[in-house]
């Protein structure tokens, strides 16, 4: 049986939710507020999990200092205080919602954890909205 | 791969655990203080989640505006300042507990939200006494 | 300098917010979803703090286990799974508002509770809405 | 003996801290990543308090309701989803830090609640960092 | 289709993370503060969950009661404010990390729940590090 | 009036309660569990407020930064992962208790901050058990 070990961490940031290929007024119908040209922000809270088999040499299915280490690099420094539409080039071309930040964190992730775990990214834009990627 | 988004809320309710086809001394047995003839109550916080594909135009899977919407016409308005056994007909015949209750929220959802996407709801009866429905 | 030393508690009851001196309309408009007849309930959560010198010989202000105890016996077996308006005889003639349940647990609380201390009641009805009691 | 009732909101803003007095240098060694010029943001969580005596007809202080919507009006509806520096006025000569933010809504909630009572707020710019104002 | 109940935990104790088989220096270069030779301490938080079929009944799929009296017995009364590589069996052979303590915890609980409902284990070591068993 | 900023940290230790001048028998009366001698442990859970003058120029009582920057050097580097009774030298003859770990706290920040400032600091032993020093 497999084990999920999960780092919580966070981030502040800017965003922006708007389709350059739609019109004004179909941008602001279908993102309403959300849809501010001046941009509004969140801190982000991200959860990361990685599942797999325990060492029994050490008890760790990961070391949790090397994951949260992973989390600052990749995700943190990469996120917390910027724009997301102007500042990350992940966001060039993709809304920055709640969905595609997840995927975006997860793929990130991925090349820097061994392929025989599996990743979880669970991140909440608010306490009350948050988004799980990827769900079998 | 799918991704889900989840939604919290919150409503506030007084129920009783009684089941009429019993003794009063069965109810009393099985049920303890839950059973007590003038009901007692509960803040319930409910997580509602909808797992599905992502909108490439949107960056939603579902616009969690709507999804609030949903939760308030059909859960929050419906069972919000009620008294679960007396107010809420659901429940005339199928006893109030958390896990009939997060079923209840379940079959009321349920056709509001396209078929392709599946639906999960957690109900907290407290911070420490949660149920989650449906599970694989 | 003083310290103070605080405990968390929680109970579950159900209450209706209803003036007998009032008309069912007037009723109505001042408590509104709290006037329902049928009642509804909250989980509590309760803080009491306690406010005064640190015994050097144990270091404690007031042993916590003492506190926690007395908030049982006082506080939880008073109130817990109970419907406040009719099995609580504190509620008989007062209406069961936050602000008139913190105070009824400070008066229940204070005869035990040594004299050169003060005594502070914080009672969330829910983690929105809150009361302290008393304030200087 | 007073009483406190206190209500808890919350609203999402971008916002930059920045000093037009200042050089470019000078506000990036002060104000580090907070001083972003493509802005970042928040979730501020807000607790509003108000403390006086409590009303012997009604049990209560003020009305929650009436606070809440309150808080709606004169705060959320002023701040939620805004860049706190481009969209709102009381920050065109004045920076948003977590204290400037308090005291504008405090100032903005004075004028609407009796003068015999007294108000506190509390501005949560993330969960690890929070202002009160004002502090006797 | 199934679902599941869950109830939270928690208990208090002291720990160190070393192998025996390794010299110190390997010891303190993998567990680096967590192998402080006079131990250190966590709140843990749990959440045990169990999975199956809800009795119609009684409306329950197992009475929470009985889950939080097993808890107590099981968990609570074997490790709260305990050294767990010196007072408690399970960990003089097995390192306990987080990843074996949340193991352990199930082994623990396996025989007293009806074979026909499954077990999960959330262990937080911390409110940001945490660990799921088994996952499937 | 007057402003109060605050900031959350937090650190994992072991203690154990024990008085040397008294019996083991009277040890035990008077800590129970927490007198285990083999040490349990917290991840407690520190608010540090220092109250004071916001600073028109920058819009800070205390710039965030330099608090959390010295909680860390004076607090969490002198704490954290440590057994308090054998590893830290404050408590070579003071019981830490949570009430003397809070003054302890107090007493290494207060030559750090600005003497027209005041401090206050609220330490969590669990989520339910916390002290305030100093109060007025």
């Known amino acids: 049986m497999k084990t999920k070990v999960s780092r919580r961490a966070h981030f502040n940031a ?9 019109s004004d007024a179909r941008n602001k119908e279908v ?5 501010n040209p001046n941009y509004h922000g969140h801190n982000y809270d991200l959860i ?3 599942i ?3 060492d029994p040499e050490t008890g ?6 090397i994951l949260k280490d992973l989390i ?7 996120l917390d205080h910027k724009n997301l539409n102007k500042d990350v ?5 993709l809304i920055p919602t709640a969905e595609n930040i997840a995927k975006v964190i997860y793929d990130r992730l991925r090349p820097h954890i061994d392929q025989s ?3 979880e990214v669970v991140l909440y834009e608010t306490p009350r909205n948050f988004v799980t990627y990827p769900v079998k």
């Open 14 to 22: 800017a965003h922006r939710l708007h389709n350059p290929n739609w």
């Open 31 to 35: 993102f309403g507020l959300c849809n």
């Open 48 to 50: 990361v999990s990685v």
């Open 52 to 54: 797999g088999e325990v």
């Open 60 to 65: 760790y299915l990961m070391d949790m200092k």
């Open 72 to 78: 600052k690099s990749e995700v943190e420094n990469h």
């Open 89 to 93: 080039a992940d966001f060039s071309t």
């Open 117 to 119: 775990k599996e990743i």
